[in-house]
């Protein structure tokens, strides 16, 4: 595997699963492109008016940690919004590492404003969600196809969601821009078939990240207790951490993965349930 580079969007932020992804893929073999608008990724709502997070430079810090591993990794900033930023980033990779093997699109808008009823949802909120997680993610696979192609061989594996498969409330804008990423993961899958590249989603529910939580009342410490409160009410009893998407992406990217295509792999934990779940503590009579 030491041939392949990868390069991860979204790895700004030390808790987010851009992070997971890199080092998974980095542990590997793979040589990493690791990427962010910002170098501590863009704070969300909570983050934002709690002031000084996301200020650190978590790229040049996975990036140290990478390297100090003797792996190889580099890391650019970029908006994957923008033409020439794309362009520029999985050009980074190219040049560094002469190829690209695997595009994993992970990078996404940062939430709170969007979290709204439609009628109070902004046209440039609105935007600003598409510009990111649809557009953003069409840019760059409008730039590595090529690559990809060249080589005959490519793995491009998008991050969605669950809002972009079920009905979420209040979510228009998020929920649309992931219904996207799957539409086009599967219209590329047959574009690009042919030329031994695979193109496949990932639909994360309940992640255990700093996006999981955008009131700004809540502390850090708060915002813990309440994603794995409500983590409980999942049938696997707990939210889904970056590892369980690292891991899923490292399954896509692999060359064994080369016949599946296409594909939306959700990744919940076995959903959110509205009843009780039976749990080890209700059979006393088991046996560990």
């Not at 002469?98 to 909120?125: C, F, H, K, W, Y």
């Not at 899958?189 to 992640?207: E, F, H, K, R, S």
């Amino acid at each position: 595997m030491s041939a392949r580079v990868a390069l991860v969007t979204g790895c700004g932020k030390p808790d987010g699963a851009g992070q997971g992804i890199a080092r998974r893929l980095a542990a590997a073999g793979y040589a990493v492109v690791v990427t962010d608008r910002v170098p501590g990724g863009v704070p969300n709502a909570r983050q934002a008016a709690q002031s000084g997070t996301g200020t650190h430079d978590g790229l040049t810090t996975l990036t140290a940690e990478l390297t100090g591993t003797g792996a190889r990794a580099v890391s650019v900033l970029g908006d994957i919004g923008r033409p020439e930023d794309a362009a520029r980033m999985v050009g980074t990779a190219v040049d560094e590492f002469g190829r690209l093997d695997v595009l994993v699109n992970n990078a996404a808008a940062p939430q709170g404003a969007d979290r709204a009823d439609i009628g109070e949802t902004s046209l440039q909120v609105w935007q600003e969600l598409l510009h990111t997680n649809l557009t953003g993610t069409f840019l760059m696979c409008r730039e590595a196809v090529p690559v990809m192609r060249g080589q005959r061989y490519g793995r491009i594996v998008n991050i969605s969601s669950m809002a972009g498969l079920s009905a979420a409330p209040r979510s228009a804008a998020y929920s649309a821009s992931k219904a996207g990423v799957v539409g086009l993961t599967r219209a590329l899958a047959m574009d690009v078939a042919g030329w031994g590249i695979t193109v496949n989603a990932i639909c994360p529910g309940l992640l255990a990240t700093s996006r999981a939580v955008l009131d700004p009342a809540l502390d850090d410490e708060a915002a813990v207790a309440a994603v794995a409160a409500r983590g409980r009410s999942i049938a696997v009893g707990r939210a889904g951490r970056p590892d369980d998407v690292a891991a899923a992406v490292a399954y896509l990217a692999a060359d064994d993965a080369g016949y599946v295509t296409a594909q939306t792999l959700v990744l919940d934990g076995g959903g959110l349930s509205p009843f009780p779940l039976p749990r080890p503590a209700d059979h006393a009579g088991d046996t560990p």
